[in-house]
Structures are given as structure tokens and as C-alpha cells.
């Protein structure tokens, strides 16, 4: 259950940013007992793989701040961020010291396929609503939205890590969150299209 839970935080993180829980997963795994990766993802927390991961999420990071390019940034994420998912969560599932299940530990696979469900939903609604808030906010809104989802990502990767009992918690939080941000767009959209139409019909 506590595997299940750490895998679930750390692929929703890496729906909104890939780099950011693969980075501490390798870190912790690394550096504490929090995780006790297996030598298949020993990887992970090798130093060339943490230095490459640095590298791309300092990448994100600027990328994402800036109007249209960030959409090309997220038409790239489709295949990298639900891929991190399913791979965070198959690491932290299996990882020796997270959870006592044999289950979860022998069926790595089922880990996988939900991590790549769940950073690809989170993924397909933070990439589906950036163009419409470039659009609704002439560009201004894109980067602070962006500053959120990185502080969203990194808060919950390290929910996932040390306390993850409150993982569900933070899901709820970031749900309400995309969800309300949705919204948002949607109304914007319906009032630049009302404006469009009412300028159209003078």
C-alpha cells in the first residue's frame, strides 16, 4: 500500500514535471535509505544519469516559462512524462525498504502501466490548458503557471518520498487545482470568443 502511494505521488509529479521526481528519487535512493533501489534501476542514481536529469530539468524549467515554445515543450512531454511515471513508480514499488509486499514487488509492471495513466492524465491537462492560458492572458499567465506546477511537482515527489500516507491528500489538493484552473480557462475562452463575436457583428 505505501508503494502504491509513493509510485501514484511520484507519477502524478512527473505528469506535470518529468525531471523533477526522477531527479530526487535518484538523490534519495542515492544518498538515504528511504529507497533501496534494485540493481535493474540502480541507474537511476548513478552520477551520469543524476547529472543528465539536472541538466534537462534546469531545461524545463526555462523552457516552460516561455509563451509557445512551452507548448512545443509539452507536445515533447507526451512520450517523456508518462514514460517517468511509469518508471518512478515501478522504481519506488519495488524499491526493498518502501514496502513489505511481495506482490507489488514481483509485479513491477503493474506499477509501470499505472504510473504512465497517471502522469499521462495529469500531463494531458496541464498540456491541453497552457495554450488557452497564453492565449486568455497574452502570454502572462504561462510562467507563473508553470512556477506552480514545478512547486506542485517538487512538493509532491517529496510528499510521495517521506510521507507518503498523505499522498492521497495531495492528489485531492493538486485535482481540485487543475480542475479549478480548467475552469478558469474555460470562462476566459467563452469571454474573448463573446468578445470576437461582438466586435464582428458592429
Known amino acids: 500500500m505505501i508503494a502504491a502511494l509513493m509510485g501514484t505521488g511520484l507519477s502524478a509529479a512527473a505528469g506535470l514535471n518529468a525531471y523533477?521526481?526522477?531527479?530526487?528519487?535518484?538523490?534519495?535512493?542515492?544518498?538515504?535509505?528511504?529507497?533501496?533501489?534494485?540493481?535493474?534501476?540502480?541507474?537511476?542514481?548513478?552520477?551520469?544519469?543524476?547529472?543528465?536529469?539536472t541538466l534537462l530539468l534546469l531545461a524545463e524549467i526555462v523552457l516552460d516559462k516561455i509563451p509557445a515554445v512551452d507548448t512545443v515543450n509539452d507536445f515533447i512531454g507526451t512520450l517523456i512524462r508518462p514514460a517517468t511515471g511509469g518508471l518512478v513508480f515501478a522504481a519506488a514499488q519495488v524499491g526493498?525498504?518502501?514496502?513489505?509486499?511481495a506482490w507489488m514487488q514481483q509485479h513491477e509492471w503493474v506499477g509501470a502501466i499505472l504510473g504512465v495513466v497517471v502522469a499521462g492524465g495529469v500531463h494531458t491537462t496541464k498540456a491541453v490548458s497552457r495554450p488557452a492560458i497564453n492565449v486568455t492572458t497574452?502570454?502572462?499567465?504561462?510562467?507563473?503557471?508553470?512556477?506552480?506546477?514545478?512547486?506542485?511537482?517538487f512538493t509532491l515527489s517529496l510528499i510521495a518520498l517521506f510521507l507518503p500516507v498523505l499522498v492521497i491528500g495531495a492528489l485531492i489538493l493538486l485535482g481540485w487545482g487543475l480542475w479549478s484552473m480548467w475552469k478558469r480557462v474555460g470562462r476566459a475562452r467563452r469571454r474573448v470568443r463573446d468578445t470576437i463575436d461582438g466586435r464582428s457583428t458592429i
Open 96 to 101: 526493498a525498504d518502501v514496502d513489505s509486499s
Open 20 to 53: 523533477i521526481p526522477f531527479v530526487l528519487v535518484g538523490f534519495v535512493a542515492r544518498f538515504t535509505d528511504v529507497i533501496t533501489l534494485p540493481e535493474s534501476y540502480q541507474w537511476i542514481e548513478s552520477p551520469w544519469a543524476l547529472a543528465l536529469a
Open 138 to 153: 497574452a502570454g502572462v499567465g504561462g510562467p507563473i503557471v508553470s512556477t506552480i506546477e514545478d512547486a506542485s511537482s
